[in-house]
């Protein structure tokens, strides 16, 4: 027996990870989903953050294509350009909110939280959660409505576990100054929610959240004096709150905190003398702010209203010039050199910088996410009424239909 196997051992192949790796890395996301059920060796490979980050050698945007036909959010297959920007379309309705990390999204709802891998196609669907209801004289109200929400979206950087915060604001009493808060983080690993004591001060419902090496941010902008502001932190492993200092400059209600090239962002719009975008980011040890881009908005390029704009940078390229864009779904170019801001698109719904992640997500602690029985089509100009078997009529659009048929979820391995 021992004999058989010296003679078989010469004739086997044995590949080193670091050679699997670079194969890999060389072929399209399509080919290596197939291969990550190839062996556990090459699946955690494959879905290792190493991995992902050697693999963004071009930088895309993720955006969204605007659908409100009910289906479920996925990646469409193919991207366009821009200028030299490439985008990524995920098909969604453009006006739900998200946030992204690592490459994952989250779509937080009344009484769901849905994760989203674009990469792999995994959805999951979680309970909020949260479900109170408080009366107030006649009738009932609920406290924990999206407007009294403030979601955060990260990654432990220990465990590597994503997790879903969502602070509650409420008010039990007519009359009262300062909410109750309600804390609870929802593990997307196992599905369950723990309470978290409450944070030192409260921040605006609604309010984008920025996660950052194992950490989830937000900034608080006081109603009636915009230049109080703070910045609250979170330690997603450690699960304590924080203060965070600020940047030496005023806030205002356009002002936003992003993760820009993996720095921590403060981005605000003056009005005053001139129309200006500055971004403050903070170093890498996170000790100190600095000024790193102040762009005069030229009303040529970037055309009215001044008021209730804000702009959001998604990234910045090797040579320097910052992508941006507005909430009036405009982006924009940036080019320091110049000085120069042109305007790349018109009608473009950014949500993210696009990563590609090949994590699983967990099977087990999952809700199906709501789909509709169809029976057949009915086609009537640019639309298409989808009868439903056993519901009413749902509105979807022919290229969702004939263009980009429904992906299936793959099952977990």
């Known amino acids: 027996m021992r004999e058989e196997e010296e003679e078989e051992s010469p004739n086997s192949m044995c590949i080193l990870p670091e050679l699997l790796e670079e194969i890999f890395i060389r072929l399209p996301l399509k080919s290596i989903l197939r291969f990550r059920a190839v062996s556990k060796q090459c699946r955690s490979l494959l879905e290792s953050r190493k991995f992902s980050e050697k693999r963004q050698k071009n930088r895309r945007i993720l955006a969204a294509y605007n659908c409100d036909c009910g289906d479920r959010p996925r990646l469409l297959p193919e991207s366009r350009f821009e200028g030299d920007e490439e985008i990524v379309y995920l098909h969604c309705q453009a006006s739900q909110p998200s946030l992204s990390c690592d490459g994952l999204l989250c779509f937080p709802e009344q009484d ?76 997307v690993q196992t599905g369950g929610w723990s309470k978290l004591t409450p944070p030192p ?164 602690p999952s809700h199906p996410y709501p789909h509709t029985a169809v029976a057949h089509h009915r086609y009537s100009g640019d639309t298409v009424d989808v009868i439903a078997c056993g519901s009413s009529p749902v509105l979807q659009c022919v290229t969702c239909i004939l263009r980009y048929p429904a992906i299936e979820q793959p099952v977990s391995r």
């Open 112 to 187: 769901w939280i849905v994760v989203l891998n674009p990469s792999t196609r995994q959805l999951r669907r979680f309970p909020s959660g949260l479900n109170h209801k408080c009366r107030f004289g006649f009738g009932f109200w609920s406290s924990f409505s999206p407007g009294n929400w403030a979601i955060g979206f990260g990654r432990d950087k220990v465990t590597g576990s994503f997790k879903v915060v969502r602070l509650c604001f409420s008010y039990l009493e007519i009359g009262q100054k300062e909410p109750v808060v309600e804390c609870g983080v929802l593990d």
């Open 201 to 364: 001060h409260v921040v605006n419902p609604g309010s984008k959240s920025v996660c950052l090496n194992g950490s989830i941010y937000w900034l608080h902008v006081d109603v009636y004096f915009e230049k109080h502001y703070k910045i609250l932190a979170l330690d997603l492993h450690k699960q304590e709150f924080s203060r965070f200092p600020v940047p030496p400059t005023r806030a205002t209600k356009e002002s936003r905190l992003v993760n820009l090239e993996e720095r921590l962002a403060f981005v605000k719009t003056n009005l005053l003398p001139v129309w200006m975008l500055q971004i403050w980011r903070m170093d890498k040890d996170q000790k100190q702010w600095s000024k790193t881009f102040s762009i005069r908005l030229e009303l040529g390029v970037v055309s009215w209203p001044k008021r209730g704009r804000w702009f959001t940078p998604v990234a910045v390229s090797k040579q320097g010039n910052l992508v941006f864009y507005d909430n009036k779904n405009k982006l924009f170019k940036y080019y320091p050199k110049t000085n120069e801001t042109r305007c790349l698109s018109q009608d473009t719904c950014v949500i993210s910088p696009y990563v590609e992640n090949l994590v699983s997500l967990p099977l087990k």
